[in-house]
């Protein structure tokens, strides 16, 4: 099982830039999908995260800015970011919850994509 990011870049504070993030591999279920962030000697954060229903959960920094979302069929979380800030700039790792089997749920890590926000 993999994920893979996409959709980091540089854009300037106001603008906005969408991450994708698709999961591949042998998979039976996907339960919840979220983005992480980590700046420069920071911990990692939770950006956003969805369930496998849809419910969502924003960390207070982006809500009202970022919308993340889902497409069960394609195994893909997205993330629109909106209004950037300057200290939105960050390495973004998207996670899932994965299953395998039905008794068999991991959780999985994507390889990070730089979001920089810079005039």
């Known amino acids: 099982v993999q994920l893979q990011a996409f959709g980091g870049g540089l854009v300037q504070p106001g603008g906005s830039l969408r991450l994708s993030c698709a999961a591949s591999?042998?998979?039976?279920?996907?339960?919840?999908m979220g983005w992480y962030r980590q700046a420069p000697e920071k911990q990692r954060e939770l950006v956003a995260v969805i369930s496998g229903g849809g419910s969502t959960n924003y960390a207070g920094s982006v809500k009202g800015r970022f919308t993340i979302s889902r497409d069960n069929a394609k195994n893909t979380v997205y993330l629109q970011m909106n209004n950037l800030k300057r200290e939105d700039t960050a390495v973004y790792y998207c996670?899932?919850?994965?299953?395998?089997?039905?008794?068999?749920?991991?959780?999985?890590w994507g390889r990070g994509t730089q979001v920089t926000v810079s005039s």
């Open positions: 996670n899932a919850e994965i299953g395998r089997r039905w008794n068999d749920y991991r959780p999985y």
């Open positions: 591999g042998s998979i039976f279920s996907i339960n919840d």
